[in-house]
Each structure stands twice: as structure tokens, then as C-alpha cells.
């Protein structure tokens, strides 16, 4: 289960440019379209700049 820390999340787009299937932006912070068990949710955790992805 990925999910966003809105508080550190800081809307820079990453996660969404990296994993569309599971991130969304909404209001300028990233959130959670649905819920995937797919490798580009690792690669969205490891490219946050500020570590707001958890899963
Ligand atoms: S990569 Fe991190 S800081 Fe950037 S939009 Fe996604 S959750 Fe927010």
C-alpha cells in the first residue's frame, strides 16, 4: 500500500512523471489513484526528493 506524507510532500511531480498508474496530483501535492503492486512505485519511493512515499 503506497502512501503520500502530504505534510513533506513538497508537489515537485516526480512520482507522477515516473508512475502515473499510481500517483496523481491533486491541489499541488501528489496523491494515490490507486492502489499497484508495480516496480515504478520502488522507483517514485527512491526519486522523492524529500522521502514523502511510503509503502
Ligand atoms: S516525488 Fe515526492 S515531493 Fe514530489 S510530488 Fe511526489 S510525493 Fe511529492
New binding site residues.
Given amino acids: 500500500m503506497a502512501s503520500?506524507?502530504k505534510e513533506?510532500?513538497?508537489?515537485?511531480?516526480?512520482?507522477?512523471s515516473?508512475c502515473s498508474e499510481v500517483?496523481e496530483?491533486h491541489e499541488g501535492?501528489?496523491k494515490v489513484k490507486a492502489q499497484k503492486n508495480i516496480p515504478c512505485v520502488q522507483e517514485?519511493i527512491d526519486?522523492?526528493?524529500?522521502?514523502?512515499?511510503s509503502k
Fill in positions: 503520500i506524507n513533506k510532500c513538497i508537489g515537485c511531480g516526480a512520482c507522477v515516473i500517483f496530483m501535492k501528489a517514485a526519486s522523492c526528493p524529500v522521502d514523502a512515499i
